[in-house]
C-alpha cells in the first residue's frame, strides 16, 4: 500500500502544481476507503486466524470448502490501482 499510496499521492501533486493543501484534499479523498477497507481486513483476519472453540471449527470447516483458485479475501489488494497517467 505505501508504493500506491507514493503513486496516487504524485498523480495529486503533479495535477495540482504547487497547491499541496489541494492535492494532500485530493489523495485523502482518493485513499481514504482502500485504507479503510486494508485496516478492517487486517482486523478481521487477525480475529479469524487467532480463532478459538467453536469459532475455530467453524473456521476450519469454511476453510475445507473454500476454492484455492479464487482467493476472494485479498484479491481486491493485490489487483491494486490504476495509476491515472499524468506522470
Do not use: C
Not at 42 to 49: A, L, P, Q, V
Not at 65 to 74: C, K, L
Amino acid at each position: 500500500m505505501a508504493i500506491e499510496d507514493t503513486v496516487v499521492l504524485a498523480e495529486k501533486v503533479a495535477a495540482a502544481g504547487n497547491d499541496f493543501n489541494r492535492a494532500f484534499l485530493a489523495y485523502q479523498r482518493d485513499r481514504m476507503n482502500r485504507s479503510a477497507r486494508m485496516v478492517l481486513s487486517s482486523r478481521f483476519f487477525g480475529e479469524y486466524i487467532h480463532a478459538d472453540r467453536g469459532a475455530r471449527e467453524l473456521r476450519n470447516e469454511l476453510a475445507r470448502r473454500r476454492d484455492p483458485a479464487n482467493p476472494w479475501e485479498a484479491d481486491w489488494l493485490y489487483r491494486g490501482i490504476e495509476p491515472d497517467g499524468r506522470l
